[in-house]
């Protein structure tokens, strides 16, 4: 037996966004050069999420793009594969500053594969990294530059993230094992 605790509601994770686009504004100032980059497969929606409040903030259409890091992995053999998603970067991205967006963060071997990819499609100016949940345990030297929340678990934890868009719904989700 489980028990599921939720760790952000719709709205919450709307003022979420509403702070990180916020905040990827003002670092990044010149809104023209910044290309969103959504990690297959959470990163995706999280990303357009993002690209739509800022265009709200600021009145300027950041492009979105998608990128599967499956065969960038170091630890293919000992996941489960799934069938690789698509990869669409709708810009060049040399001398770009490319925002990578995913759910949430955990060992950092994710973004580890994501800047791998990321070389095959240009060399940008700047890499920043934005996720919507920091639960810590990384395995490699890997840090957000934003971060939606900071939220310390246990290895044995799950966080789930569900939105609109994929899931119906809008939360993020703590999963913890019974000690029963």
Partial sequence: ????VEILS???????????ASEID??????????????????????????????ILEGVKVP?????I????????????RTPGK?????????KTVVLVDDVIYQGRTIRAALNAINEYGRPKHI?????????????PIHPDFIGK????????????????ADGRDAVELTRASTT
Wanted: aromatic share 4%.
């Fill in 10 to 20: 719709a709205d919450e994770i709307r003022r979420t966004i509403v702070r990180l």
């Fill in 70 to 81: 499956t065969f960038y992995r170091d630890d293919l053999d000992s996941i489960a594969v």
């Fill in 1 to 4: 037996m489980s028990s599921i």
């Fill in 87 to 95: 990869t669409d970067i709708p810009v060049d991205l040399n001398g």
């Fill in 150 to 165: 900071t939220l310390p678990t246990a290895r044995e934890e799950q966080v789930k993230v569900y939105f609109q868009e």
């Fill in 26 to 55: 003002e670092r990044c100032r010149d809104l023209s050069q910044v290309v969103l980059v959504g990690i297959q497969t959470k990163g995706v929606p999280f990303a357009k999420m993002l690209a739509k409040q800022i265009e």
């Fill in 128 to 140: 920043l990294l934005v996720v919507l949940v920091d639960r810590g345990h990384r395995q490699v």
């Fill in 64 to 68: 979105v793009g998608t990128l599967d």
